[in-house]
Each structure stands twice: as structure tokens, then as C-alpha cells.
């Protein structure tokens, strides 16, 4: 039994089905299958009834339950306190899903080039999820949107993105480089994984002039949002560092200005390693020239 196989465990009571609790790891369902019957064929032990097709967890199943969250927490604390005890120059990176993949490569790139004795990990995940993993010490620097939930670290911000309508270069508004809230009425949007804040702005100011939309598509993936937007009608708003494709048209919206602001957020203890306060001072460098 591995801490994987735990892993497996924990989301299968947490799903109660196994097709769905491979989703939620991004798995094959044989894999699951087999960690869950690795660990009953393993002790002789049963964790699950299977009661047509479902799954109900047994006495053993719930026990074992309870030891393995307490068996990954303390493994969790035990990488965070590796990861802080080291002595070598590591940078544990947590950015924002939003932010832009060419801008990450291109900070990744460019100071590894330059400091060739730090390294740097690098986690992507959603904005919650990054608040929470700096305040766990997963990592110790994140870069995120938005000034929300911040209040307890230090924050510098270091980058403003400038939000616009996407429709397609085949659209009936492609020659209009600035739009009025009318050549919005009872459009179709694609909604994506831009932040709430920029959301409501644009709900707001068009609800505001009585323009209605049609949400048709709500979609987590900024290449799903890109296709749709490109071969159909549908629009979409998205950030300028996102959305740099030859096949899609930005339009700016008049009255109507939105940007999202970037930052750099940290710990105060953190900042004050060198290398850490070097990557910092890079990354502002690196963004007053664009």
C-alpha cells in the first residue's frame, strides 16, 4: 500500500463511485480499480459492499478512512517541512490558472537562464486553490489576480491586463474595433475562466442599459472558449495576455473600461531569503517594460 493508493481510497469514499472519482483524479477507472483492490487483496480486508453498482463503504472502510486523512496530513507537513528545511536555492511557484501560459514560460525561462542555481517548481491551479496551498507552505510565492483573500501576506503588484469582447474574424462586428452596449443585445457568450470580478462588470453595465445576452456556454478551458469563439457567433470577453490568436478579433467596450490587476504574494519571513526577494524584484523588472 503507497500513499497513492490512499490518495485513490480517500477520493472513492469522497465520490462514492469509482468512474467519478477517476475524473476528479484525472485517472483511468482500471487504475482506481486496481489501488482499491490492491489494498483489500493486500490485508484481507473488505473495504467496499458493491450493491448493484453501487458502492457503500464498510466498518473496515470507514476506520481506514479516518487513518489515512490523518496518514496524507502529516505526510503534506512532512514535504512542507523538507521543502522549508533545504538548503538548496528552490523557489516553489504557485500561479494562478489565469494568468498567461506564454508570460509563465517566459518568466520561467528567462531567470533560470539567469540564475542557473535556483530552481524553480511551478503549480498551476485555480485561484483558491493557490491562496490556500501559500497558506499551507506548499508554496512560498504565488502569483494571482485580484487583491481578494491577500490581506494576511505581503503583495506587490506588478502587471495590469486589459479585458476585451473576442468574437471571431468571420463575426458581423469584426471591423468595429470599439463596440456600443447595443451591438451586444441578444448575443450568444462563452464564459470562461476570467475572474468574477470582470464578470459582473460586464453583466452589470449591460444590465444596466436593458442589453440581454444569451449565456450559452459556461466553460473552464480557455482552448474550449478559444474554438467556440472562433467557429461559431458566440463571443466572449477575455484578458489581452490570453487571447493572442489570428483568428479572433478584440474588441474594446465603450464606457466600459476592465482590467485585472496582477500580484506577486508572500509571506514576510519568505521575502527575506535572497533568492526570493532576486525573483521578485525580476519579475517587477520584467513587467514595467511591457
Known amino acids: 500500500m503507497t500513499i497513492r493508493d490512499l490518495e485513490i481510497f480517500i477520493e472513492v469514499v469522497r465520490a462514492k463511485n469509482m468512474s467519478n472519482a477517476a475524473k476528479n483524479l484525472k485517472i483511468s477507472q482500471p487504475t482506481v480499480s486496481h489501488a482499491i483492490s490492491q489494498i483489500e487483496n493486500e490485508y484481507n480486508v473488505k473495504l467496499f459492499d458493491r450493491i448493484s453498482k ?7 472502510g470507514l476506520r481506514l478512512y479516518d487513518y489515512a486523512l490523518n ?5 503534506e507537513d512532512t514535504v512542507v517541512f523538507l521543502q ?34 535556483v530552481s524553480l517548481r511551478v503549480y498551476v491551479d485555480s485561484r483558491e486553490k493557490i491562496i490556500e496551498k501559500l497558506h499551507s507552505g506548499i508554496i512560498n510565492l504565488a502569483i494571482i ?5 491577500i490581506e494576511d501576506n505581503s503583495a506587490e503588484s506588478f502587471y495590469e491586463d486589459e479585458i476585451f469582447i473576442i468574437s471571431s474574424k468571420d463575426s458581423d462586428i469584426k471591423d468595429k474595433e470599439v463596440l456600443d452596449a447595443e451591438d451586444l443585445r441578444n448575443k ?20 444596466e442599459r436593458g442589453i440581454p445576452i444569451d449565456l450559452k456556454f459556461i466553460c473552464q478551458n ?8 472562433k467557429n461559431s457567433d458566440a463571443l466572449s470577453i477575455g484578458a489581452s495576455s490570453s487571447f493572442k490568436d489570428e483568428d479572433v478579433v478584440k474588441h ?13 504574494v508572500y509571506h514576510n519571513d519568505a521575502f527575506l531569503k535572497k533568492d526570493m526577494k532576486n525573483f521578485v524584484n525580476f519579475v517587477k523588472h520584467k513587467f514595467s517594460k511591457k
Open 54 to 60: 453501487k458502492l457503500y463503504i464498510t466498518d473496515v
Open 71 to 75: 496518514i496524507l496530513e502529516q505526510f
Open 84 to 117: 522549508s528545511s533545504s538548503t538548496a536555492h528552490n523557489i516553489n511557484l504557485g500561479v494562478s490558472s489565469n494568468f498567461s501560459s506564454q508570460f509563465l514560460l517566459e518568466i520561467i525561462n528567462d531567470y533560470e537562464k539567469k540564475k542557473e542555481d
Open 145 to 149: 489576480d485580484g487583491d481578494a483573500g
Open 188 to 207: 450568444k457568450f462563452v464564459l470562461g475562466d476570467l475572474d468574477d470580478n470582470s464578470k459582473k462588470m460586464l453583466l452589470n453595465f449591460l444590465r
Open 222 to 229: 480557455k482552448d474550449m472558449v478559444l474554438n467556440i469563439v
Open 252 to 264: 474594446r467596450l465603450e464606457d466600459l473600461s476592465i482590467k485585472r490587476t496582477y500580484y506577486m
